[in-house]
Each structure stands twice: as structure tokens, then as C-alpha cells.
């Protein structure tokens, strides 16, 4: 969790606790305050909520997805699956249930760095086609904490990966120029505001809104440079 790992090539080795493993990542980790993420509260302020209500869904994955081609159609079912059969629950701001599916892969056959490779390539499409965001989570994973960059907090003992609705709070997550282009961040940002303004996103608050227009306009801006 606080050493960057240089190999991100590495393969799952599989357990009977790869389900418990992360079971307890969600309720031991997630769930609870960590002084290492320099914020209150519980690392992932959603989880608590998620558990209660019972609106995390798993999707397993093993050894019968042997390559990039059958992973990436795979992850597009489950997409699918998640589009329309696990749909929010409206009631209203404070009430709503909006679901969350765990794509589990307990497979030997896959690497660390082809689950990153595939988030990557498909989290354009799942933002601006969808609203969704698509999330990667395992051993050698180095992305870090928010507020504190020597803390790498997305590894989990068996790969995820993540498929839930855009909250207000993703805007951070939309203009990493080391993953894309300033035309696809641009198109992200866009159809965050658009949920904001259509009133679909979660949590939304001005100071999230005044953030994603001054990102636009500074990607803008580069481009008329």
C-alpha cells in the first residue's frame, strides 16, 4: 500500500478467499476513516450506504477468458447487464439507490497490466456513452490516494473490475492527461455537465461544477493556443 510496485505485469494467483478477500477490503478498508487518505470519514463515502442497501452485485470471472478480445466482450455484457437490469432506484436526492457491479476475475490468464490496459481503453466509451465510470482494481495497481500520493489504496488481493454510476465528485478523475487526449477529456467533462445540469448527478454540488467549467475552459484554451 505505500511502495510503488514496479512489476505491473504480474498474473492473480487464485484462492478459495479471493470473494472474502474482497468482501473485506470493501468492509475493513472502504467503510472505514484511514489516516492515510487525509480526509474524514470512510475512504469510500458510498460504501457504507451500498452495503446497507444492498446494492453491490458481483460478476465472476474465471479462466474461460483467456485473451483481450473475450475480456473486453465480456466487460461490454456486463455493461449491458448493468445498463439495464440493475438501474437506480429514484426517489429522491437523499434516497435514490444507485448500484454498483463487481467484476471479480479470478482468473490465472489475465495480467495486472491487460486489466489496466483494458480500463483504460474502455472508460471514454462507458463516461460519454453512459455516465458510468469503470474502475480497475488489483496487486500492482499505482494509482494513488486523492490527498496523498505515497499511498497506493486501489490494490486488492484478486483484480476488479468496477462498473457504477458518475457521482459529483469523479471530476477528478476526467483529465488525466497522462491516459488521454485533450478531445476525449474534453467530451468527458461535457457529459459530466451534462448530467449535472440534467440533475442525474449524485451529490452535485457548485464547487463541482465550478471545477469541471474551469478544466473545460482551460482544455479549451490550450487548443486555440
Known amino acids: 500500500m505505500f511502495h510503488k510496485c514496479e512489476n505491473t505485469n504480474r498474473y492473480h494467483i487464485k484462492s478459495n478467499t479471493d470473494y472474502l478477500s474482497i468482501c473485506q477490503y470493501i468492509r475493513e478498508f472502504l467503510c472505514k476513516n484511514n489516516e492515510c487518505m487525509n480526509k474524514p ?3 469510500c463515502p458510498f460504501m457504507p450506504g451500498a ?15 483467456t485473451n483481450k478480445n473475450r475480456l473486453i466482450k465480456m466487460v461490454q455484457q456486463c455493461k449491458n447487464d448493468f445498463l439495464y437490469k440493475l438501474k437506480p432506484i429514484i426517489r429522491n436526492r437523499d434516497k435514490s439507490i444507485y448500484k454498483c457491479l463487481i467484476i471479480l476475475i479470478r482468473s490465472s490468464n489475465i495480467s495486472h497490466s491487460l486489466i489496466d490496459e483494458i480500463q483504460t481503453e474502455l472508460k ?5 456513452q453512459h455516465g458510468l465510470m469503470f474502475g480497475e482494481f488489483h496487486q500492482s495497481t499505482n494509482s494513488t490516494a486523492i490527498r496523498n500520493e505515497n499511498v497506493y489504496p486501489f490494490r486488492t488481493i484478486a483484480p476488479l473490475l468496477v462498473i457504477r454510476y458518475m457521482v459529483a465528485n469523479d471530476i477528478i478523475f476526467l483529465n488525466q492527461k497522462h491516459k488521454y487526449s485533450i478531445d476525449i477529456r474534453m467530451s468527458m467533462i461535457k457529459k459530466y455537465l451534462n448530467l449535472y445540469h440534467s440533475g442525474l448527478l449524485y451529490r452535485a454540488k457548485t464547487n463541482y461544477l465550478e471545477d469541471a467549467n474551469k478544466i473545460l475552459e482551460e482544455l479549451s484554451s490550450s487548443i486555440r493556443e
Open 41 to 43: 470519514g470512510p475512504v
Open 51 to 65: 452495503l446497507k442497501q444492498q446494492s453491490i452485485y458481483f460478476f465472476l470471472v474465471n479462466d474461460q477468458y
Open 124 to 128: 471514454p466509451e462507458f463516461i460519454i
